[in-house]
């Protein structure tokens, strides 16, 4: 099973920033990773993509985020990172790793998609 591990959370003013993380693990266990993204849901409504990164290297971002947010990846480390800057209130929601296409040594006839726990990220002042 392909565990994604989120951290970087937590409460920030508005103007502030933060960085989020999430690296698949067991990384040895994981022959190859399509794409990986962030997605965000606040209280009562949708979950909602916020950026993705493809393996092919293409980039999409959702149009709230965009010139503000930029999302990384470490393909060696299978690991990807969002970092936030000048945040607004309405970027409060809990922040979800997403990873398609996993292709992993305990099944490696099979394509399985795997999500994070979920990390907090509250804009306030």
């Known amino acids: 099973q392909v565990q994604l591990v989120e951290s970087g959370g937590g409460l920030v003013q508005p103007g502030g920033s933060l960085r989020l993380s999430c690296a698949a693990s067991?990384?040895?266990?994981?022959?190859?990773?399509?794409?990986m993204a962030w997605y965000r849901q606040a209280p009562g409504e949708e979950r909602e993509i916020v950026a993705r990164?493809?393996?092919?290297?293409?980039?999409t971002y959702a149009d709230s985020v965009k010139g503000r947010f930029t999302i990384s990846r470490d393909f060696a480390k299978n690991s990807v990172y969002l970092d936030m800057n000048n945040l607004k209130h309405e970027d409060t929601a809990v922040y979800y790793c997403?990873?398609?296409?996993?292709?992993?040594?305990?099944?490696?006839?099979?394509?399985?998609?795997?999500w994070g726990q979920g990390t907090q990220v509250t804009v306030s002042a």
């Open positions: 997403n990873a398609d296409g996993v292709r992993a040594a305990f099944a490696p006839g099979l394509l399985a998609d795997y």
């Open positions: 990164y493809q393996g092919s290297g293409w980039i």
């Open positions: 067991p990384s040895g266990s994981i022959y190859s990773i399509n794409a």
